[in-house]
C-alpha cells in the first residue's frame, strides 16, 4: 500500500457514501443482535445473517435513491433491518406480496 498514497483515501470516500454506511449499519447491529439473542451460536451462521442483512440493506439503499428520498434515510433502513434480521424482513415482505397478490 506505500506506493498507493490515495488508497486510503480512496477507503474512506468510499466508507463515507450513506450507501455503503447503511450496509455497514446492518452487518453490525445485525452480528450484535444475533449474539445478543444467544439463539444461535454458530460462527458460520451468524456471519452469514450479518452478511444477509448488509445486502438487504444494500437493496434498500438503491430503492431509497431510485425512490429519490434522502440518502441518509440508508443509515436508518440499515439499522431497521439488521435489528429485524433476515426472518422478519422475509416474513414481512411475504405478506405484503401475498396482499398485493390476493388484491389483483
Known amino acids: 500500500m506505500p506506493e498507493k498514497p490515495d488508497s486510503w483515501a480512496r477507503i474512506y470516500l468510499a466508507l463515507s457514501d450513506p450507501l455503503w454506511q447503511g450496509v455497514i449499519m446492518a452487518v453490525v447491529i445485525a452480528f450484535l443482535r444475533v449474539l ?6 454458530r ?7 450479518s452478511l ?7 437493496v434498500a439503499s438503491t430503492v431509497i435513491e431510485w425512490m429519490a428520498w434522502p440518502a441518509s434515510l440508508s443509515v436508518a433502513a440499515g439499522g431497521t433491518i439488521g ?9 414481512m415482505l411475504l405478506r405484503v406480496i ?7
Open 43 to 49: 460462527p458460520w451462521r451468524i456471519i452469514l445473517e
Open 52 to 58: 444477509i442483512c448488509g445486502c438487504l440493506s444494500l
Open 98 to 104: 401475498n396482499r398485493k397478490a390476493d388484491s389483483t
Open 83 to 91: 435489528f429485524l434480521g433476515v426472518t422478519a424482513m422475509r416474513e
Open 36 to 41: 445478543y439473542d444467544a439463539r444461535e451460536t
